[in-house]
Structure formats: C-alpha cells, structure tokens
C-alpha cells in the first residue's frame, strides 16, 4: 500500500524524499490526519474499524481514474496507476469485511447511532482535507497566504 502511493507521487513528479519527509503536507491535512488517528487510537477496535465504511464507493472511484485520469493527465507516468489497480481488490475486499464487521457490531439502535456519528465524524475529517487543499491550490490561498507567498508552517512530525 505504502509503496505504491509512493510511486503514484512520483508518477505525477514528486520525489520520494519529498513524500517521506512530509514537507508539503498542509496543516489542515496533517490536523485532520491526526485526528482520525486519534480517533482510530482510542476507540474500541469495532469502531475504528467501523469508520472504514466511508471507503464503501472507493472501489468504483479507483475504477473510475483508472478510466479517465489517463486521457486528462497524459503526464502521469503509467506505473503511478498500480496504486488504484491493487487497490480495487484491497478495497473491495475491506469494505465486505467492515460491512459485515458493522452489521455484526451495531446490533443496537444506541451501537448504530453511535456509528452514524462516528461516520459523520469521518466526513467532516475528509472535507477538512478537501476544504485545505482547495483553499491552497484551486483557490491560491495557502496557510498564511495574507502574510507571505512562501510555505511558513511547520513541516515535521512533532509528536
């Protein structure tokens, strides 16, 4: 898994030190990361695995840039598409084994709410991704944009 992510970033030009070290990674994507991560930590294991559910579509979303990244990025390099290909197996195969975990789980209406939440949870860490990427990228506004055009925040793991 790790590995081939990290031929997708070089795929579309990235360099492997670049990746490792984390140097790009916003601060929203790093709080939201570590959040789920928090999560994951000190929830009971059902639940944890549980928040997996928001992958359930990712199957057809790996299948679906494996059918058009090609056409609109001609520059990715094709060994950067194994990524989404090892991943329509693993994913298809995670998804059952979470949704048969949940069903089994969540046998109360207080065990499903619960989860609901927890999923909800899980969103709101997703589109705080999106919501740093867009601003840095599609809207040109990266963290301290108002004070400097250069990367100002921190870079490295502190805990």
Not at 93 to 116: F, T, W
Request: with cysteine; glycine share 4%.
């Amino acid at each position: 898994g790790i590995e081939a992510w990290l031929q997708l970033g070089e795929a579309v030009g990235l360099s492997r030190e670049d990746l490792i070290s984390e140097r790009h990674v916003l601060p929203g994507v790093r709080f939201a990361v570590d959040a789920y991560v928090n999560f994951a930590r000190r929830a009971n294991w059902q639940e944890a695995a549980c928040s997996s559910l928001t992958e359930l579509f990712a199957p057809q979303i790996h299948q679906s840039r494996l059918d058009s990244w090609p056409q609109h990025y001609p520059w990715i390099k094709e060994e950067g598409y194994f990524y989404f290909r090892s991943r329509l197996s693993q994913a298809s195969r995670d998804v059952e084994h979470g949704l048969e975990l949940a069903k089994r789980y969540c046998d109360s209406a207080e065990k499903q709410n619960r989860m609901l939440e927890i999923l909800q949870f899980k969103l709101d860490i997703l589109w705080s991704m999106l919501d740093a990427m867009t601003m840095a990228y599609a809207l040109q506004r990266p963290p301290y944009h108002t004070v400097t055009d250069k990367a100002a925040w921190h870079t490295t793991r502190l805990v």
